[in-house]
């Protein structure tokens, strides 16, 4: 393997690193694993719903959230209830 295979493939890893997220946290501090917060989400009701959006509008709803200090799914929902019932 060539020199410049080997910096690739480290600064892929390093990408890779960067944008894991990291997982949701439970009150006692652990983290909690998908399959557990798909559990606790499907027992509030909620249901994944992916949908492609301008990057505008979703910068928006990124902002709007922050300054009503709202998680976007919860901004989301919100407007979606008013639209519909509009």
């Known amino acids: 393997m060539k020199k410049t295979d080997l910096e690739k ?8 690193n960067m944008k894991r997220t990291t997982p949701p946290v439970q009150a006692s501090g652990k983290p ?5 917060q ?3 989400d499907q027992a509030q009701g ?10 505008e ?4 709803l ?12 919860a901004l989301v ?3 979606l209830e008013k639209g519909l019932r509009g």
């Open 77 to 79: 929902s919100e407007l």
């Open 62 to 73: 990124h902002a709007e959230a922050e300054a009503r200090q709202l998680s976007v799914n």
């Open 46 to 55: 909620l249901v994944p719903f992916a949908v492609k959006l301008n990057g």
């Open 9 to 16: 493939n480290k600064a892929l890893k390093l990408i890779h």
């Open 32 to 36: 909690v694993d998908r399959r557990e």
């Open 57 to 60: 509008l979703v910068k928006a």
């Open 38 to 40: 798909r559990r606790l």
